[in-house]
């Protein structure tokens, strides 16, 4: 992980987008093409940010239990292996 906070970014990175275009004025439509250069980008960075974020930075899932390799103390599987008898009794 790098340190940045990458999921606020990616929150935050198209509010701050929206906020840049309330202040583009475009009552005559003269600034279509601006509008949509700012969209695009803001998306862009969103999505670099988000990939950036992926995979690699979350944590990883411990392994899962087999019955053989790491069965309780006192215990051993029984022929089925969905249940288990006590060793105790055996």
Known sequence: MTGLPMLSL????????????????????????????????????????????????TPRRPPSRSSSSSATPGFRPSASSTTWASTASA
């Not at 583009?24 to 509008?35: A, Q, Y």
């Not at 969103?46 to 992926?54: E, I, K, L, M, N």
């Open 10 to 57: 990616a929150i935050l990175l198209p509010v701050l987008g929206a906020i840049v275009l309330l202040f583009v004025s475009n009552r005559d439509g003269s600034k279509d093409g601006l509008i949509r250069t700012i969209t695009f980008g803001v998306s862009l960075v969103t999505f670099a940010v988000t990939r950036a974020s992926g995979p690699g930075s």
